[in-house]
């Protein structure tokens, strides 16, 4: 409970303090890229969609500042899969495909949803987190998730 508490306060801090005008989720536009940057990181990917209020919400409210704050710099690669809007990005295989299409093969067409991706050869490293239930709360999943995906990651090397 105190591990719990300490990580609601500094993750509240955290996004109470930060500037975010600046700060952009990336859009995911080339794995295969993405994956030769990544070394020991994963990539948290945001699978959204044009006129998605809770997929703004996240975003705005929980990932911007995750991204924003560095803490994350080392574990993984923030990404924003926008689906439904026609824009293409290239694969792991250096396929061009459709958003869409991409995340069909994650089971992904429901929005918002969150993939926790190994870059080497596109696997989920644990289980998407589709919606968002307690938005004072999912913060704090987001970020025990983050440890458990990077401590899998790094088990996989």
């Not at 070394?39 to 924003?68: G, T, W």
């Not at 439904?84 to 994650?106: E, T």
Request: aromatic content about 8%; some cysteine.
């Amino acid at each position: 409970m105190r591990e719990f508490l300490a990580r609601l306060s500094l993750l509240s801090l955290l996004f109470l303090s930060i500037p975010l005008q600046a700060v952009e989720l990336p859009l995911l536009t080339d794995l295969k890229k993405d994956s030769q940057l990544a070394d020991s990181h994963f990539l948290l990917v945001l699978i959204s969609q044009p006129n998605c209020s809770y997929c703004r919400l996240i975003e705005e409210e929980i990932l911007k500042p995750m991204q924003a704050s560095g803490r994350y710099d080392d574990r993984l690669l923030f990404r924003n899969l926008i689906i439904n809007d026609g824009y293409q990005l290239i694969d792991l295989d250096g396929h061009q495909v459709s958003a869409n299409q991409f995340a069909l093969r994650y089971s992904s067409s429901l929005t918002p949803t969150l993939l926790f991706i190994n870059p080497l050869d596109g696997s989920e490293l644990i289980e998407k987190m589709i919606g968002i239930t307690t938005v004072d709360m999912y913060g704090f999943y987001v970020d025990k998730a983050i440890d458990t995906a990077h401590r899998q990651l790094l088990n996989l090397h």
